[in-house]
């Protein structure tokens, strides 16, 4: 049986995947955390000095999702992290704090099936094409840019090479801003909308021709809880991070 505390329980995606442990044969749902509600603890450290839990799953939010993982590490309980707000350094501090602890951590931007295969293909198409770009596309409510989602792939791509910019930034005439943020050398444009959840677009091009990858979220946690469940479900014996639920879908290598 694998001891499950859920922080931000009362959450859009935090509140389905407790009910969604709560239902595991295999799982037990030992400790919630909530800022707003009484009913649960309302730290990550309250919650884990108060009960035995093996993973902490964090659905929080991006100001507080570093510290509420390294409350976990520091207690030595293993941490499936869901929001946003990471960057590549957080991850390796987080990864050092792991391996020295002996536990383990997997993050994925995106922990539905569709947006973990658009990494995998992503990686494979960044050897054959020259150059790409993101679009990161959201609600017009989320505060943080770009979304986990389209961060973790400008960074898996980046362990492939780096695209070709035939006219680098800082040469760009007029506004730089209009072409986006570099992150881990892609440009991401960031929309933020009415009417989008979460969606996602990588657009490849060399030549005369162009692929164009695309992840949408639907108007339901669904999709995310079923991906939750099997990383939670993957964690224990594991060490140090693994980054991206593609990490653990079918024959992917462990890293």
Request: with cysteine; hydrophobic share 45%.
């Amino acid at each position: 049986m694998i001891r499950v505390c859920v922080a931000g329980i009362t959450g859009w995606t935090g509140g389905p995947v407790a009910e969604a442990v709560r239902s595991a044969d295999d799982l037990e749902l030992v400790a919630g955390v909530s800022r707003t509600d009484s009913a649960h603890f309302s730290s990550v450290a309250d919650a884990l000095d108060a009960v035995a839990a093996d993973v902490m799953v964090d659905y929080t939010h991006a100001s507080a999702v570093d510290a509420n993982v390294r409350a976990a590490l520091e207690r030595g309980v293993g941490v499936v992290v869901g929001s946003s707000g990471l960057g590549g350094e957080d991850y390796d501090a987080i990864d050092a704090l792991a391996r020295e602890r002996g536990i383990g951590v997997i993050a994925a931007g995106n922990f539905s099936v569709s947006a973990a295969l658009v990494l995998r293909f992503a990686t494979e198409a960044a050897r054959h094409f020259d150059a790409w770009e993101v679009i990161d596309y959201a609600s017009a409510g989320k505060q943080d840019a770009p979304s986990g989602t389209a961060r973790e792939l400008a960074e898996r791509l980046d362990t492939v090479r780096r695209p070709v910019v035939d006219v680098p930034i800082d040469d760009v005439l007029g506004a730089r801003e209009a072409r986006g943020a570099t992150v881990a050398g892609t440009q991401v444009h960031s929309l933020r909308l009415p009417g989008f959840v979460v969606s996602t677009e990588v657009v490849f091009a060399s030549g005369g021709e162009r692929l164009t990858l695309r992840h949408d979220a639907g108007p339901t946690p669904g999709p995310y809880v079923a991906g939750t469940l099997l990383a939670i479900r993957a964690l224990p014996g594991r060490i140090g991070l693994t980054r991206g639920l593609d990490r653990i879908l079918g024959d992917e290598p462990v890293a």
